[in-house]
């Protein structure tokens, strides 16, 4: 294994020195970008997808993942109902 300088980081893999501010800047650039990165945007409803309730009126909303996205519900009777034709339901979600 190679000896790292004592003022070298490994970031994302590469070897980056920290011993001047400009380095330190795009690391702390590059944690930033990495970090927004991985912030999942807003869910875009506030009501069921199933029954129309206001997310939060019948105590916290469920969350699911159906094929990669994220879909909220009431309750758990909306989940069944959802379960059992999502193709219905997944129309009303934003594109």
């Known amino acids: 294994m ?3 300088h004592p003022l070298t ?5 590469h070897s980056i020195q920290t011993n001047t501010p400009m380095k ?3 690391i702390l650039l590059f944690s930033v ?11 875009p409803l506030k ?6 309730n206001e997310l939060g009126s019948m105590g916290a ?10 879909i909220k519900f009431c309750c758990k009777p ?3 109902k959802f379960e059992a034709n999502p193709a ?3 129309t009303k979600l934003p594109k």
């Open 78 to 80: 909306c989940i069944k």
């Open 88 to 90: 219905k339901y997944l």
């Open 47 to 52: 009501t069921c997808l199933v029954s129309g």
């Open 2 to 4: 190679t000896e790292l």
């Open 33 to 43: 970008l990495f970090i927004a990165s991985s912030i999942s945007a807003a869910y």
């Open 9 to 13: 980081r490994p970031i994302d893999g």
């Open 61 to 70: 909303p469920i969350t699911k993942v159906y094929e990669g996205k994220e």
């Open 24 to 26: 330190l800047t795009q």
